[in-house]
């Protein structure tokens, strides 16, 4: 520990006391020291790499490739995607993978190749590995999408597992994204990016990396086509990034680089080729598809920091219902607990929660409660104690259970990586849900400690059982988290079965949304976190997990009106909808920025209700195809090179494009259209792209445009289901999907499909399977149709 870490800690504990600054200095002293001891030190290293080929052993979907210093595995699976590993890396064990590796693919077929080398052929993708261990991807017709130079390896001397590198080649036009939430970006500039769960210790902005949630998923996005690489290992590491140039040096194209540099672990890829969408699909087929929300946590959710008594949470409420503020959910913080202690109730500030729950509950809202890994250390908790007796806490090499400092104090902490520890875990959901609690949102579980931000709670030295394998905590730390999640929501679902359960995690890795969503963290409130939290959620979207979204933060009585109504106008329109104040004393409700401000966020709030079932519908969308429900504009048109530039606007689904307000006293803004037209769906007026166009953005809405032809399911005034259909370009079609609202059951109901078309002058719906528009014999449900009478900007 040295004096920058010591600052941490002093700043960290802030006004917690004496008692509590002493217990975090020595928890970091603590885990310095158990690394010192326990943790091999790096000596002397011999530098490796692969080696001439050799020999060659086809097996089904691929084959193994010997080198004179190591060996390659190959294999395309079923399902398009490829697989390498070396030194005997193979795809399971994966904490990443949905079950089992998929079966590999009989057709393709592991066969010589020019110069020495060996080549699989596939119906989607061939695989080209030279005589000195490279490894190429190209498309069908011979077109190189990314190019893996021979790795290298630094091994101690005296043996054991070593550090390892691998650089890549894309294309000089390619783009990056993706790496988990980053704040820096959707699209990933020249730099470094370290991946390493962390808390920064405080509200994040765009320079801070790495952020809570990371995750060696990597896009790169070019004209020749679009692949997703992920190299499944789950220790520290970091990923360097340098994008390519055309006509660089005489002439020349310079390649983009992609340099991933590992403390060790298995050097083990996945990469998928297609179109961004085939890409989604593949990728959620191998890490498991999305964990579906309730209905209700589609709705607008609300967090206080400080709901310190009961009676505040129910007056909080009454402004809503008096203002007539649609609200959903409300998340208690840990102030309901017990002297902050996992699994218990402050009976003295909440004294009948249940009582409180079902009242909440008639009125459509549900409460959500905060839950962190770190159970307190002192004897006498019944957590703790049970804990205790089943052992189930973290032990350090030498076999004494690691202490940290979290909200209550000094903790322990579960080792989620144990299938009986996620077992006993999930039963003590027993008492939310008698307490009346709809579901969990986890919070310091990267894990995180009050001892040194940015450091790791636990030592890397901790011991960690990893399903039976046994390993330490450099291997555990980054799905730590998506081991906590896991045993929440299969305790939920245990405990209720029939309900989907609702799992919010801060920190999480690949193949985390199988259990649920990601809240962003604490954002710094001002118009740089704005733009961060809307990188973190496209990114995460790539990396496959849809269901995030930041919190609407304004923390104190100074916030700006402007920036809280431009970050509510997002916010409304990304997967995860929360606000979230810093109260009592200090947070500002709606209704108290005044009259403009308060009928401003009615508008802004009714409008994510009006679209609930579209929500409904890309919540379905995503479980099923993979697709996020925010995208990135080039989503659709991944070779219009200014789309994939563009960071300031995404997709909403396939059928509306939101253009936030990202800058003071804006009151209009340039928008990139993707190709075909589009309207702005306040105006009506017809736009053409691709290009830029000039949409304004006045204080009470950002700018909303929908595709010509889009059908969207929206609530009508009556709360019923109506379709909302926009007119398509002449000579043109359209149409879209709508999955009914099955509530919060495991109920899948099918998708009805409709067709928007021009017949005889006017626009008609026809479902599919139906004969006759809607409103003519066709679909029962009311139709608007609109985009008819506005004039065309072109």
């Avoid at 060659?56 to 395309?76: K, T, W």
């Avoid at 993708?125 to 011979?142: D, F, I, Y």
């Avoid at 009592?584 to 994510?608: I, S």
Wanted: net charge neutral; proline share 9%.
């Amino acid at each position: 520990m040295d004096g920058r870490d010591l600052v941490r800690a002093v700043k960290a504990v802030g006004s917690a006391g004496a008692a509590q600054g002493l217990r975090t200095v020595r928890a970091a002293w603590r885990t310095r020291r158990a690394d010192a001891r326990d943790l091999p030190r790096r000596g002397a290293e011999r530098a490796r790499t692969p080696g001439a080929v050799q020999d060659a052993a086809p097996e089904p979907g691929g084959g193994i490739v010997r080198f004179s210093r190591s060996e390659l595995r190959v294999l395309v699976a079923v399902n398009g995607a490829v697989f390498w590993g070396w030194d005997g890396a193979a795809p399971e064990p994966s904490y990443a993978l949905a079950g089992r590796c998929p079966d590999p693919d009989p057709r393709a077929v592991l066969e010589p190749d020019k110069d020495g080398g060996w080549r699989v052929v596939a119906e989607r993708v061939t695989v080209a590995v030279s005589r000195q261990g490279a490894v190429e991807v190209r498309t069908p017709g011979g077109v190189p999408l990314r190019r893996d130079l021979p790795p290298r390896w630094w091994e101690p001397v005296g043996g054991g597992p070593g550090r390892w590198m691998q650089r890549s080649e894309v294309a000089p036009d390619a783009r990056f994204y993706g790496l988990g939430g980053r704040a820096a970006g959707v699209r990933l500039r020249d730099g470094v990016y370290r991946l390493w769960n962390t808390d920064p210790g405080r509200p994040f902005a765009p320079g801070d990396d790495p952020p809570h949630l990371t995750m060696p998923v990597q896009w790169a996005v070019a004209d020749a086509g679009t692949h997703l690489a992920f190299h499944d290992n789950s220790g520290d590491g970091a990923v360097m990034l340098r994008e390519g140039e055309e006509g660089a040096g005489s002439g020349h194209d310079r390649a983009g680089v992609s340099e991933l540099r590992m403390d060790g672990g298995p050097l083990r890829c996945w990469v998928v080729v297609g179109t961004p969408a085939r890409v989604a699909h593949v990728w959620a087929s191998l890490t498991g598809a999305a964990a579906l929300p309730p209905a209700w946590a589609l709705g607008h959710h609300h967090a206080r920091r400080r709901f310190g008594v009961e009676q505040e949470v129910r007056r909080t409420v009454a402004g809503y219902q008096e203002h007539d503020l649609p609200l959903d959910a409300v998340h208690l913080d840990v102030e309901h607990l017990d002297a902050h202690q996992v699994f218990t109730v402050d009976q003295d500030r909440f004294p009948k929660l249940p009582v409180l729950a079902e009242e909440l509950r008639r009125d459509g809202i549900r409460l959500v409660s905060v839950i962190g890994p770190g159970v307190r250390a002192a004897p006498g908790g019944a957590v703790r104690d049970e804990g205790a007796a089943r052992d189930v806490f973290v032990r350090d090499a030498s076999g004494e259970v690691v202490r940290g400092v979290g909200w209550p104090g000094e903790t322990v902490f579960p080792d989620f990586t144990d299938p009986r520890v996620r077992a006993w875990w999930g039963a003590l959901h027993e008492e939310r849900l008698d307490q009346g609690f709809a579901g969990v949102w986890h919070a310091m579980d990267a894990p995180t400690s009050f001892a040194a931000f940015g450091e790791p709670t636990l030592p890397r030295s901790a011991r960690h059982a990893l399903e039976g394998r046994g390993g330490d905590h450099r291997e555990a730390h980054n799905v730590y988290a998506l081991c906590m999640a896991r045993a929440g929501y299969e305790g939920l679902r245990a405990l209720a079965p029939g309900e989907r359960p609702f799992v919010l995690s801060r920190s999480g890795w690949a193949g985390t949304q199988r259990y649920g969503g990601a809240w962003s963290g604490d954002v710094a409130p001002d118009w740089p976190g704005l733009r961060a939290s809307l990188s973190l959620v496209l990114g995460l979207g790539l990396c496959g997990v849809p269901y995030t979204g930041p919190d609407v933060s304004q923390p104190d009585a100074s916030a700006s009106p402007e920036l809280y109504l431009r970050w509510l106008q997002m916010s409304a329109y990304l997967p995860l909808f929360r606000t979230r104040t810093d109260g009592p004393e200090g947070c500002r409700e709606p209704w108290e920025f005044g009259p403009d401000v308060l009928r401003h966020a009615r508008g802004t709030l009714m409008e994510r209700r009006r679209l609930l079932p579209y929500f409904v519908t890309l919540a379905r969308l995503a479980r099923q195809t993979g697709a996020p429900y925010a995208r990135p504009l080039w989503w659709g048109a991944p070779e219009d090179r200014a789309l994939r530039d563009c960071e300031d606007a995404f997709l909403l689904g396939d059928g509306l494009l939101v253009a936030p307000v990202l800058h003071p006293g804006a009151d209009g803004r340039t928008v990139r259209l993707p190709p075909g037209r589009w309207y702005d769906t306040a105006t009506e007026r017809a736009y053409e792209g691709p290009g830029p166009v000039r949409v304004d953005a006045p204080l009470g809405r950002i700018p909303l445009l929908a595709r010509a032809g889009a059908l969207i399911p929206v609530r009508g005034d009556g709360g019923g289901l109506e379709l909302e259909a926009w007119a398509p370009a002449p000579g043109r079609t359209g149409g879209g999907l709508v999955a009914p609202d099955a509530g919060d059951g495991w109920d899948e109901p099918e998708f009805e499909r409709y067709a928007v078309r021009w017949a005889g002058g006017r626009v008609v719906v026809d479902r599919e399977g139906t004969d006759g528009a809607a409103g003519a014999g066709g679909p029962s449900r009311p139709v608007r149709v609109r985009g008819l009478g506005g004039p065309d900007e072109r």
